[in-house]
């Protein structure tokens, strides 16, 4: 599955993003969608998933502030980041797999950078 990744930035904290994964077939066939992001000199972290039941999942450090979501029209799956602070500096990658457990070894996008200056 071919995954891009847009809408990163550079933004002020406080302030707000939405990043767009464009999925280049019919998305109703994916059970599981994820964000996982990468800080510079870390590794890569799980930020949030979607299963297609609308299932969803954050991990503690963006639940209130990020929403994940899907379009099985447009074939897109998003996520909105809210009241961005700088530890959400990172390069954010989409990922498609059958399950969520498998969400690390799926397809992945090549990601896009945000930055988040204070």
């Known amino acids: 599955v071919q995954l891009e990744e847009s809408g990163g930035g550079l933004v002020q904290a406080g302030t707000s993003l939405r990043l767009s994964c464009a999925v280049a077939?019919?998305?109703?066939?994916?059970?599981?969608m994820g964000w996982y992001r990468q800080p510079p000199g870390k590794a890569h972290e799980m930020v949030a998933w979607?299963?297609?039941?609308?299932?969803?999942h954050y991990i503690d450090s963006v639940k209130g502030r990020f929403t994940i979501s899907r379009d099985i029209v447009k074939n897109t799956m998003d996520l909105q980041m809210n009241n961005l602070t700088p530890e959400d500096t990172a390069m954010y990658h989409c990922?498609?797999?059958?399950?969520?457990?498998?969400?690390?070894?799926?397809?992945w996008g090549r990601g896009t950078q945000v930055t988040v200056y204070s």
């Open positions: 979607i299963r297609s039941d609308g299932t969803t």
């Open positions: 990922a498609a797999s059958t399950e969520v457990g498998l969400l690390s070894r799926g397809s």
């Open positions: 077939t019919s998305i109703s066939n994916i059970h599981a």
